[in-house]
């Protein structure tokens, strides 16, 4: 449709752009999420879950902490989705807010663990003379349990959401330098990172542009399923009172809260316990797609 201007002169209608995908466009998605159902549906439960930790007090919540003995453990109903626990607080906020915490656990554990094991396994796997004293010490680390570890750490300090990230990320970062340093074994031997030490190249120049980039894929797998263990890990803290302080709604506070009432008050244990197992799932079912993806091997069968 077109207009006419003062002067009578005909004014062409603007051309909206188009935000709707082509064909073509559409062919790609379609062809990617028959590809790799496991990352579309992994990266979709943990987008949710995301969208719910970031938009909670939006969600029909109520304060998480805001106490009311005269209501507690009443059960779900129209008023109280998730029903209340014995101090009258409602499980649904505190569900939905807690997912703020299991989140941020993982995803700072994932980060943390990610840069420091990535740095240690670069400087062991491509400096023989640091390898066998960096080694040791990891062994040593891996050698106890990560979540006795965590525990002895946390025994060492106050509990707080800080706290429990510093200490699964020591018991989680030996792991990724394990993982690194057998990528760059395996990469230092190459012929082009042998041209490169031939030609003159710095040692920190190798391996910013020619070991760091082919360690990312396996480095992002390992990552999901650190964020996943580290969730799990934060939640057995909390559970058996080493991990978060109580006033902080965790899905780990949660279920300690309510197993003195399991036999008659199930669901305040098992809203927490489900939207746990599903948001672990979703990271491992993240994890499983993108090393399917990235493995060169898997590739070529898809």
């Given at each position: 449709?077109?207009?006419?201007?003062?002067?009578?002169?005909?004014?062409?209608?603007p051309v909206l752009p188009n935000v709707l995908p082509t064909p073509k466009e559409r062919g790609k998605i379609m062809g990617f999420i028959h590809r790799h159902p496991t990352i579309v549906i992994g990266g979709t439960l943990v987008a949710i879950m995301v969208l719910i930790a970031v938009f909670a007090p939006l969600l029909w919540t109520?304060?998480?902490?805001?106490?009311?003995?005269?209501?507690?453990?009443?059960?779900?109903?129209?008023?109280?989705?998730?029903?209340?626990?014995?101090?009258?607080?409602?499980?649904?906020?505190?569900?939905?807010?807690?997912?703020?915490?299991?989140?941020?656990?993982?995803?700072?554990?994932?980060?943390?663990?990610?840069?420091?094991?990535?740095?240690?396994?670069?400087?062991?796997?491509?400096?023989?003379?640091?390898?066998?004293?960096?080694?040791?010490?990891?062994?040593?680390?891996?050698s106890i349990p990560p979540i006795l570890l965590a525990i002895a750490l946390m025994a060492l300090t106050r509990a707080s959401?800080?706290?429990?990230?510093?200490?699964?990320?020591?018991?989680e970062f030996p792991r990724v330098c394990r993982l690194v340093r057998g990528v760059v074994l395996s990469l230092r031997e190459q012929p082009y990172v042998e041209a490169a030490i031939?030609?003159?190249?710095?040692?920190?120049?190798?391996?910013?542009?020619?070991?760091?980039?082919?360690?990312?894929?396996?480095l992002m797998v390992q990552a999901t399923f650190i964020c996943a263990s580290a969730m799990i890990t934060e939640a057995t803290l909390s559970f058996i009172g080493a991990g978060t302080p109580p006033i902080i709604p965790s899905w780990g506070n949660i279920m300690a809260e309510g197993r003195a009432l399991w036999q008659v008050k199930p669901y305040i244990v098992f809203f927490p316990a489900i939207f746990l197992s599903i948001t672990v799932l979703a990271v491992n079912l993240l994890g499983d797609g993108l090393r399917d993806a990235l493995d060169p091997r898997l590739a070529k069968r898809l």
């Open positions: 449709m077109s207009a006419t201007s003062s002067s009578g002169e005909y004014l062409a209608a109520k304060d998480p902490t805001a106490l009311a003995p005269a209501r507690r453990t009443r059960e779900p109903s129209d008023l109280y989705w998730f029903g209340t626990d014995m101090l009258g607080r409602d499980v649904y906020s505190r569900v939905l807010y807690g997912a703020r915490v299991s989140l941020l656990v993982g995803f700072s554990v994932a980060t943390l663990a990610a840069i420091i094991g990535t740095t240690l396994g670069l400087i062991a796997g491509f400096t023989r003379s640091v390898d066998a004293i960096v080694m040791r010490v990891m062994d040593g680390l891996m959401v800080k706290n429990v990230i510093i200490a699964i990320s020591i018991a031939a030609s003159g190249t710095k040692v920190p120049v190798i391996i910013w542009k020619h070991i760091l980039p082919n360690t990312l894929a396996p």
